[in-house]
């Protein structure tokens, strides 16, 4: 069964980073992305990157300040979050698809794997 795993969850304060890593049980994504859901909130896109070519594009309210990045060999994808925020609170997840190639998909809608969350709690 295929599965995505994210791990590097936790609390911190604002200001703060954390690195968040996915991983995938075999290598057959073409796009990954990050998502998160706040209580309350629908889900909303992050940050996503392609496989083959590692274009990145990022939603608004992280850009500058957040990272994603894969490593090709480990078949890891890894969310970088520095300047952290208590809107930045929610549970993060990973998506990813082997039938998206050559652009950054946004909607969730466009991903058929997902992992189970990690839990980013940022304190004032």
């Known amino acids: 069964q295929v599965q995505l795993v994210e791990s590097g969850g936790g609390l911190v304060q604002a200001g703060g980073s954390l690195r968040l890593t996915c991983s995938a049980s075999?290598?057959?994504?073409?796009?990954y992305a990050w998502f998160r859901q706040a209580p309350g909130k629908e889900r909303e896109f992050v940050a996503g990157?392609?496989?083959?070519?590692?274009?990145?594009y990022y939603a608004d309210s992280v850009k500058g300040r957040f990272t994603i990045s894969r490593d090709m060999i480990k078949a890891m994808v890894y969310l970088q979050m520095n300047s952290l925020k208590p809107e930045d609170t929610a549970l993060y997840y990973c998506?990813?698809?082997?039938?998206?190639?050559?652009?950054?998909?946004?909607?969730?809608?466009?991903?058929?794997?997902w992992g189970q969350g990690t839990q980013v709690t940022v304190s004032s």
């Open positions: 990157i392609t496989w083959n070519d590692g274009a990145t």
């Open positions: 998506a990813a698809d082997r039938s998206i190639v050559n652009y950054v998909a946004t909607g969730s809608q466009d991903f058929s794997t």
């Open positions: 075999v290598r057959i994504f073409s796009s």
